[in-house]
Every structure is written in C-alpha cells, then in structure tokens.
C-alpha cells in the first residue's frame, strides 16, 4: 500500500493510495481499478477501502482510492456542485496517470456504489481511451429524478446534504491543519444545498454532468438507483444496459436495493468479482 500524490494540469495534487500486488517480478504489469471520491480515504472510508483493494490486489490488480479536488487529502478549492466538470476533467487526467505508470499495462477500470458509481457512469460517457470497464452501483444519469436532492420532485434535506456542506471545512488526515490558506478557500466555498434549492425543476443544471447512456462504449455492469416510487413501470429504467451500448454486462432492477443501499459486503464482493472479470475482457 503506497499513500502518492497525482499532479494535475493546474498545478493541484490529488491524493492516492495505490493497493499493489505482493512479489511482482521485475518489468511486471498490472491493470488499475479506480475508486473516485470526495469521502476522505485517509480517515472516514479507510476501513472499507483495505478490504476491497485487497481483494483486486491479491488477483493482480492495482487498486486506486483516490480523494476528488478540495477534499479529503487532496489538495485544491472544493468543486461548485456535485459530479462537476472539473471534477470529471481531473477524473480523466487520474485515469491517464494510472495508465501511465511503470507499472501499469495500460488497462484502467472504474467502480463505485452511489457516488463512485455516478464517477465510473460519467467517465465512461467521456469515452477516455484508458478506460476499459466499469462497474455503477446504486448510481443514474438522471440526476434529478433519481439522486437524492429531490425525490419525486420534493427537497430531500438529510444528514448526507448536511454532511457535504460541512465536509467542505475538514482538511485532510492525518494532520487536519488549521492553516489559512487550506481553510481560508473552504470556507469561501458556498454550501452546495442552497445551489441545489436554486434548481427546483429538471433542466440543464441537472443534465449538464451527464452524456447519454448509449455514449457509453466500454463493457459495463449497472445498478440503476432510483428515487421514485414506481420505479419499474417507469420506461427509462427498462433495459438500461441494453440502451447503454454494445457489450453491457447487465442491469439489476429492484426496488429493494433502494432500501438496502447494496452496502452489504457480499454486494460488495460481488462487484469486486465482476470487476475482475469485466477488465479481463475490456478492449
């Protein structure tokens, strides 16, 4: 496990844990599979992100935890809103590091439940030439229908709405300086909340971040989330996968997953598995 720092074109430095595989041979190369959050790797996901990194680790893959701008380790002002074109511009430019690597075949995937999953979605429908499969769970591209800002078109305020706001004032592990120049530009930063009550009806706020399904060229598997009560009569969320392109590995429909939240660890394990498979058998 290698803690590393990932330079991006502005000067800003995203921090990584790279999850190695033990007793690689000299000029040995491995895949990497992506793991793109602002839920600070160092201290709050550190206890679930060993296990799964493992995982990958132990079958031959580089596992990458990597905190998204002004979160977490890394470094920089927080993004404006949620899933932001900055944030997937630095999402392509982590995606070509990895792939860029000594020790990397040249073979990046992406997974995810929740916002991972919306990160894996989004990339993949920028088509970046390194990514190869990806894995969505509990995730959409109908961003205001089926996230969690306004379910069936009510304000949701929870504690995870809360959380983001403040999240923006926590600096990174194990330090957490108090230094006027880490601080001073989050809390400049206004709280995402107040932008989302400002957009109370789907229109190009919620769809700017997003690219249609059938954009989507790479090997997927996808969990849809969903908001809405009748979610299976629903059309859009039919064949999602199907509508996703060539080579969809397959969707899960259930309204039970939206209660569980697919936290579980066989879920867990389970996407790990597809992963594998999946990245195996990406171009």
């Not at 690689?24 to 709050?44: I, M, N, T």
């Not at 998204?68 to 949620?82: A, L, M, V, W």
């Not at 001073?184 to 399904?213: C, E, I, T």
Request: proline fraction near 7%.
């Amino acid at each position: 496990m290698e803690k590393v720092w990932i330079p991006m074109k502005d000067g800003v430095r995203l921090a990584a844990t790279l999850y190695q595989p033990d007793g690689a041979q000299p000029g040995e190369k491995f895949p990497a599979v992506l793991d793109y959050l602002p839920y600070r790797k160092d201290d709050s996901t550190a206890a679930g992100d060993y296990p799964k990194n493992a995982y990958f680790a132990r079958r031959g893959y580089v596992g990458a935890r990597v905190d998204i701008r002004g979160f977490g380790s890394s470094e920089g002002h927080p993004t404006d809103r949620e899933y932001s074109e900055q944030e997937q511009i630095d999402g392509e430019q982590v995606i070509h590091w990895l792939a860029t690597q000594p020790w990397s075949n040249g073979k990046v995937g992406m997974y995810g439940i929740s916002w991972g999953g919306f990160n894996a979605l989004q990339m993949a429908m920028r088509n970046p030439p390194e990514l190869k499969a990806i894995i969505a769970t509990d995730a959409t591209e109908e961003l205001f229908h089926d996230d969690i800002h306004y379910i069936d078109g009510m304000m949701h305020v929870d504690e995870f709405e809360l959380n983001m706001d403040m999240a923006l004032g926590i600096t990174g592990a194990p330090d957490y300086t108090l230094d006027e120049g880490v601080l001073g530009p989050r809390f400049d930063a206004a709280p995402w909340s107040l932008l989302y009550f400002k957009h109370q009806r789907d229109g190009p706020f919620w769809k700017n971040p997003v690219r249609p399904l059938h954009e989507i060229k790479v090997p997927l598997l996808f969990d849809r989330r969903t908001s809405r009560w009748l979610s299976r009569q629903h059309p859009t969320h039919a064949g999602a996968g199907e509508s996703a392109g060539a080579r969809a590995r397959g969707t899960v429909e259930s309204l039970k997953s939206q209660r569980r939240r697919l936290w579980t660890a066989h879920r867990v394990a389970r996407g790990c598995r597809a992963m594998v498979g999946l990245l195996a058998q990406g171009p």
